[in-house]
């Protein structure tokens, strides 16, 4: 994965010029980078407009798809775009972003039409499933991925064989989106004793996934508890996490489960129901969701410094 630009780069690709130029097939082009018109002020107009525009200059008929270049732009140039669009689909309303990655998918559905080789389909929704939806992406976000894989599902760009899957992914990405109130569900401490996700009263609560001697978790629980701000924001009801462990070998998990933080709702799911019933879907372990007081996402599936970024910008 390709690091984001800082913000003062990303400014400066807004305001650059947009200038493609025309070439030779064989030739490599820059991303042509989008100019904001100076009559968008206000930084959500120029934000939501970059947004907009982003790919306006790259879907240009003619131009070469294969294994190093996309629609003539060298691959690393093309992820680099992509993560920082995605960058820039953060900045806006989840709503409005939705509606921008719905019409980004409409610009690359027209210009496969005009693509002869079938290539430039195929590379850039590997990408973007890559870099939105690879439950190790550092930029994975189902709700953005959500119009981009329900218009592949529905395309005739997409061939047969793949259509099924892509369906089970806009399935799985509508459940418990941004905004929505996810499920309630019973789990059990190491004491035997019963709870439920609802009982837990708190401004924001973080329900983390995660199995006994998994790393990845003892790294996410480091990173959590690495914040001055956690132990009092638990403790004056602020916030709460709620660590949850869905598999069956509760041996191993009772075994394990000391090392988990004190003050922290730690417990295993008896019946098995998040993960049979798919009452969420936990693609990998770990995983990380961020609920509002009524228990509605905020985040679903999101890395630890995102989550992290939401909660230090309320404690300032």
């Known amino acids: 994965m390709k690091n984001i630009l800082p913000i003062l780069t990303l400014t400066l690709l807004l305001l650059s010029s947009c200038k493609t130029g025309t070439g030779s097939k064989a030739a490599p082009r820059p991303f042509p980078m989008c100019e904001v018109p100076a009559m968008y002020s206000s930084p959500d107009d120029r934000i939501a407009y970059g947004a907009e525009h982003y790919w306006d200059k790259f879907f240009i008929p003619g131009q070469v798809t294969d294994s190093s270049l996309v629609c003539g732009v060298p691959n690393q140039d093309v992820e680099q775009a992509v993560s920082n669009y995605i960058y820039l689909l953060n900045m806006e309303p989840k709503a409005t972003a939705q509606a921008q990655v719905a019409a980004f998918f409409s610009k690359l559905e027209t210009a496969q039409k005009q693509e002869p080789n079938g290539l430039l389909y195929l590379r850039m929704t590997e990408i973007v499933s890559s870099y939105l939806y690879d439950p190790n992406s550092p930029y994975r976000d189902e709700d953005l991925y959500l119009p981009f894989v329900r218009g592949m599902a529905a395309s005739e760009c997409t061939a047969e064989n793949v259509r099924h899957a892509y369906e089970y992914e806009a399935a799985m990405c509508a459940m418990n989106q941004w905004g929505q109130q996810v499920p309630d569900f019973r789990y059990v401490d190491a004491r ?88 969420y879907c936990v693609r990998a372990i770990p995983s990380l969701y961020l609920l509002d007081t009524d228990k509605k996402v905020i985040f679903k599936d999101a890395p630890v410094e995102r989550v992290l970024a939401f909660l230090d910008e309320i404690q300032q």
């Not at 709702?265 to 049979?276: A, E, F, K």
Request: proline share 6%; glycine share 4%; with cysteine.
């Open 192 to 279: 035997g004793r019963s709870h439920r996700l609802y009982d837990t009263k708190a401004d924001y609560t973080i329900l983390f996934f995660s199995n006994p001697g998994c790393q990845d978790c003892r790294d996410i629980i480091n990173t959590l508890t690495s914040r001055e701000y956690l132990d009092p924001a638990i403790k004056s009801g602020s916030l709460a996490v709620v660590n949850i462990y869905i598999d069956e070998d509760w041996k191993a998990w009772k075994e394990y489960e000391p090392n988990y933080p004190r003050n922290w709702s730690t417990g295993y799911d008896p019946d098995l129901v998040i993960r049979n019933n798919e009452l």
